[in-house]
């Protein structure tokens, strides 16, 4: 209980400090104080008992001088009446006189202090009629009890004296305490707990401690919540600007045409907007049906590309720019750009470039395209050409490349009128594509010259093969409207790639196969 | 008036002490049969102040005192005034232990009562002194170094 008080009163802590110290200054003071009046009431009583003796002297020297048994009764009576005296022996030459009092109380309460040298007064008694002539002695022992008793006495009223006082500093020091430190304090903690400092409320100054230190306190605690509101305040402000901007940044996010989204380096999706699922064709079942949305997943064929594209955005930090269609659907594509965040967290934005991508892809397909037949134009062929020998070179592959001029052409051409020799060109071209492979490209170069391209070949067999196949296909009459046929032959030449060979000297040993079925009767193939 | 009576009468026995003193100075006597013939300070002030009741020889000692001549005898046996030894015995008047010599008038009826008891001694004017007592000492004479024979 006190001990609660002790820690939770400031009052009752800094009374019990005071009150140890005063009570152990106190006990020290107190011993010295005893200590010293023991020394002083000794000395005291020894020089009184010295008086005595001097007192007595003459009547004793008298006792003694004529070895009054009678008289030494009466004076050793006469000194235990003092009541510091507890034992008195006359001697008279040697002979004991007179004895009163026990001698051994004195040794009892000596307790073998210094003082025990001290114990016992004693003198010689000369002749009282010749100063030279001992006659006797007396030996006198204090009552060191008594003494004692008397340094009670003396110091009980210092220890009364001390003890008030101690009850008074423990009084006064827990009043001022509590009047001038902790009831203000307490007032002060009291209205802090009620005050609403989000309001900006200040807490109020307490009369009389304007100046100190509490009510420095009091001032910086003020202070402390002026500061806090202000910052409280601009917190606000930011917070709202920070809420509306990102209300606006969502509303953009959201509503965006351009899908955008985070994925990690493998390909988990983080976050995206609803045009990402537009994009990516994902409908809102796909997306609760999987635990985890990644983006090769949605990629489907295209997830190769786009994880070398993911890796070699997040290992360079730059962005990778890509078009790819989705789902394999040829109609739709998407821009792609990856940019680096972290370490492990990429951020996309795509768009959708289906019309503009299907209008190049239209355009080039145009450029590459012969409009009268639908197979290639020399364009496409340059541009086929130039990536066969690319790959050939790359892949050691080899290709052929078949040239083919049609016979007698010229004179359809003349009998029947262009319209003929278009409808001619037009089945010849349906015969080369019907017969070519898928991967093989069929090309009108101009007039009646056409090109075929064999990839993947590795010797010239297909190529004689395919070229024998057309010969006799080409050789069938063709419809060329109102009930007439015409017959036309070709003339074939055929050279096999190789890699140290140039373009040109390819084409040249080609034509240089066709001239030679040519010059050799037509409707024939050679190689070169 | 009193005080000044007091005063002669003190002058007056000082100067009839002095001139006894020196004219005829006080002597120890003792009975003849006493034992003894001579006598220390020592002995001399035991006797006469009770602390010894017997003589050294071993008879029962019996002093007498002067009355004219005791203030000259206690100031040359113990160099103290009459009143001291008026005192000294008046502290002892309840002890019963010891008690003062006779008190004599006259040197005639000292040498009488010594002539008769062989314990007695006492002192008179040298002059006064017959062949019935001994000369134990000269009071003048008596030291502390005398011993008794």
Known sequence: MIIRLIKTRLAARSTAAILLLVAVLGMVFLALAMRLASVQETDRQYRQLEGLLDTVESTLQIACFLRDRELAGELVAGLMQNSTVAAVTITADDQVLSRAGESNRAAQSGDGQPEENRAELSRTIRSPFDETKIVGGIRLIPDRGVIRQEVMDSTYFVSVLLFVQMAIIGLGTAIIVVRLVTRPIARISRRLHRLKAETGEQLALPRGNEDDEIGQLVNDVNAMIDYLIQILGKERKLRLQREVEEKKFRTIFENAETAIFQVEENGRLTSFNPAFLRHFQVSEKDLHGKPQLTLYDLAGGQATLLREQVEACRRNRTNRELEFNVAEDPTRWLHLVLSY????????????????????????????????????????????????????????RHFALMMMDLDFFKEVNDTYGHQAGDAVLVAVATTLRNAARKTDYVARLGGDEFVLLLDDVDSEEPATRLAEKLLEDIAQPIDIGNGVSASVGASIGIALSNREESVDDLISRADAAMYRSKQEGRNQFHTG | MVRRLFFILVLAGQLCA?????????????????????????????LFMGRFKKLPSGITALPLDLTGDRETFYRQLVNKRLPEINSYWARLVFSGRASPPRQIETPEEVLEIVANNRGAIGYVPRGATDDRVVVLADLFALTERDTAP
Do not use: C, W
């Open chain 1, 341 to 396: 965040l972290d370490e492990n967290l990429l951020q996309g934005v795509a768009n959708d470039i289906s019309e503009r991508k299907l209008a190049e892809m239209d355009a080039e397909r145009r450029a590459t395209t012969d409009s009268l037949t639908g197979i290639g134009n020399r364009a496409g062929f340059d541009n086929r050409l130039a990536r066969l020998v690319r790959q050939s070179q790359q892949r050691n």
């Open chain 2, 18 to 46: 002095t001139s006894l003193a020196q004219e005829e100075g006080l002597v120890l006597i003792a009975n003849p049969e006493s034992g003894i013939k001579a006598m220390d300070r020592d002995t001399a002030i035991n």
